[in-house]
């Protein structure tokens, strides 16, 4: 079915089809708070601010439906205002973020570990392909697709596939109660306690420990518990029989999670100039490892799944970090990069670089040819 006409997208579509006739690529933007995230490029922009707004709220459905360049946080209170969330808690690194911009990125917050990724909860998506297609897949209920469900490659694609025009989004009712514990023990302690915990009926909704990269010294561990107020009640006592626990004042704890969320925590803003944060995504069962200076601290969550580790920005550096996590079946990037680091260095482990992923390089670029032949998106943002 046709697609209603829209002057704005009129405009995206003739900026799309010049790009595609120059073979000139373009870089979407929205409200460009993540414009750092991602390999450097000096590409032309496709700014998604002026296409906003909510188009459908649901909230007996648990579905809303807006704009690529929607303000997040207009989003959030809107949910807030039905006493409902984005259950991914997606990052805003700023003011001006906006929806499409928080799905092109593709990052999730702390309750990524418990509630899925921001992945999981895109329904549907309205996209624009380097041939100035006006495209419509998925819908706005859970259970919508047959087949494969094109709108769920949009999420950490950095705008290098099609330009993402609307989307579709399942939201989940705000947790009943909330409650946070802290305590200090080693890394390798906390890995144990968070293992033994997931597998318990606990409501264990986040975690964070920090502290030195070396196992054997202590650090500080972070437990979110969220859910049915009974749930909660009960599973702080349970859990403070394992390790001495105190409970936050939930404004100092609410404070703490948007604080990680947002990187404003020591580890993540004292970044030397040359130096790079890097984001490590590894296994469930992995402990911790050794890496190259063990004195730097280490902030682990997703119970230790995502770790963000500073070190040096060398190409050797990266080289061997990536060859220690690929060894054990996970991935690294160059996250944040220092005032004096080359712009032009390679920021992620590539398809190629990893056995279990090889085979998709073939599939990345048949899904590129196929939507973008022309190479209008084609900023190797992404690789």
Request: glycine share 10%.
């Amino acid at each position: 079915m046709a697609q209603p006409s829209n002057p704005k997208i009129d405009v995206f579509r003739e900026q799309i089809l010049q790009a595609a006739k120059a073979g000139t690529p373009l870089s979407i933007e929205g409200g460009g708070t993540k414009s750092w995230y991602g390999n450097r490029h000096a590409f032309g922009k496709l700014e998604t601010r002026g296409y906003s707004g909510i188009l459908e709220y649901q909230p007996e459905e648990l579905v809303i439906t807006a704009c690529a360049g929607t303000s997040l946080k207009e989003i959030e209170d809107a949910l807030a205002q039905k006493n409902q969330i984005l259950a991914f808690e997606p990052p805003h690194f700023g003011d001006a973020a906006t929806f499409g911009g928080a799905i092109a990125a593709g990052l999730a917050g702390p309750g990524r570990i418990s509630t899925g990724s921001l992945r999981d909860f895109v329904l549907g998506a309205r996209i624009m392909d380097g041939k100035g297609q006006d495209l419509s897949f998925g819908g706005k209920v859970i259970k919508n697709v047959a087949g494969y469900d094109v709108s769920r490659l949009m999420p950490g694609s950095l705008g290098t596939l099609a330009l993402l025009l609307e989307a579709s989004v399942k939201v989940l009712p705000k947790p009943a109660a909330t409650a946070t514990l802290r305590c200090h023990t080693s890394q390798a302690h906390a890995h144990t306690l968070l293992n033994e915990w997931a597998g318990q009926p606990l409501p264990l909704a986040a975690s964070c420990w920090i502290g030195a990269a070396n196992s054997e010294e202590y650090g500080e561990l972070t437990i979110r518990l969220s859910g049915a107020i009974a749930a909660v009640k009960a599973a702080i006592p349970l859990m403070s029989a394992s390790i001495d626990t105190k409970e936050l004042d939930p404004t100092v704890a609410e404070a703490f999670w948007r604080d990680l969320r947002e990187q404003k925590l020591n580890p993540f803003t004292n970044l030397g100039v040359d130096e790079t944060l890097y984001r490590l995504a590894l296994p469930a069962a992995c402990g911790p490892i050794r890496l190259p200076n063990m004195s730097n601290e280490i902030v682990l969550e997703w119970h230790g799944q995502q770790r963000w580790w500073k070190g040096p920005s060398d190409d050797g550096a990266f080289a061997a970090v990536k060859a220690l996590v690929n060894t054990i079946g996970g991935h690294a990037v160059r996250f944040r990069q220092g005032a004096n680091v080359d712009p032009a260095q390679e920021r992620f482990t590539k398809l190629s670089e990893q056995v279990h992923s090889q085979a998709l390089e073939t599939v990345q670029s048949r899904l590129r040819a196929s939507f973008d032949p022309a190479g209008v998106f084609a900023t190797r943002r992404l690789p």
